[in-house]
């Protein structure tokens, strides 16, 4: 984008020369917005403004984020946010970018829980805070807890947390380990990419520690379900997502730890994504 960024650049030609440069359309809008100080949910405002010559500040502002998105960096990592169950959500190289299917298991945990007050839920692994912030922002009355072993992610979640003013207790630590008490629901979307898997080569930009987990990617997922029994109330739920193609090999493993009524639940595009079970009722 050399030309565009010693030329005076109108929108529409900004938006041009970002897809001449290999983004597609909404990505290049998109990077305008933010480019331009403008929300990122106001497309309209780029046809409105189609003409209009791009400020100095501006066209750097462009080009550079359109170099950072040609070499593969999320768009969430250059513009600073991403939407996830309608919160605004500050994220970072420090975290993975939230994904829409993980919604599925928001949607989950807030089902099994419908008839629970008060419930006490903890989400591990948090990254972005993106679940646990979730179903307090849905769920105020909910005690929860969030955890994750990487203490920049916490940084992250925190910060997140206190300016969407949602109270969320967060503990550093790996997976259970350093969890006390038992509750009405552990949720979790941890790694579980192969260490091998050929995919890994497109997420460089993300920390890998919460991608890849062992050989087959369930490294992380038999540690949780090990552990998660002893942490839940009788009744309570172990709702995890997982890969594509793992569902029943979680769901075997629920099984072999005793839960009951083991099930999986599909994502936006219909592949089961998450697999949970629960403790028998006392």
Known sequence: MSEAANTPCSVAQAVTAAIARGLDRLDAQLLLLHAMDQALHDRA???????????????????????RRAVGEPLAYITGYKEFYGLNLAVDARVLVPRPDTETLVEWALQVLVAVPAARVVDLGTGSGAIALA???????????AVDFSVDALAVAQANAQRLQLE????????????????DAIVSNPPYISAQDAHLAALTHEPLQALASGADGLDDIRQIIKEAPQHLQSGGWLLLEHGYDQAAAVRAM????????????CDLAGIERCSGGRLACA
Do not use: E, I, Y
């Not at 405002?45 to 170099?67: E, G, I, Y």
């Not at 179903?135 to 807890?145: G, H, I, N």
């Not at 969320?168 to 509750?183: D, K, M, P, T």
């Open 168 to 183: 969320v207790q967060f503990a550093q630590g790996s997976w259970l380990a350093s969890v006390q008490g038992r509750f």
């Open 254 to 265: 629920l099984a072999s730890a005793g839960l009951q009524h083991v099930q999986s639940r």
């Open 135 to 145: 179903l307090k922002a849905t769920r105020a009355d909910l005690s929860m807890m």
């Open 45 to 67: 405002w780029l046809l409105a403004h189609d003409t209009t010559v791009l400020p100095p500040a501006a066209q750097t502002r462009f080009d550079t984020a359109v170099q």
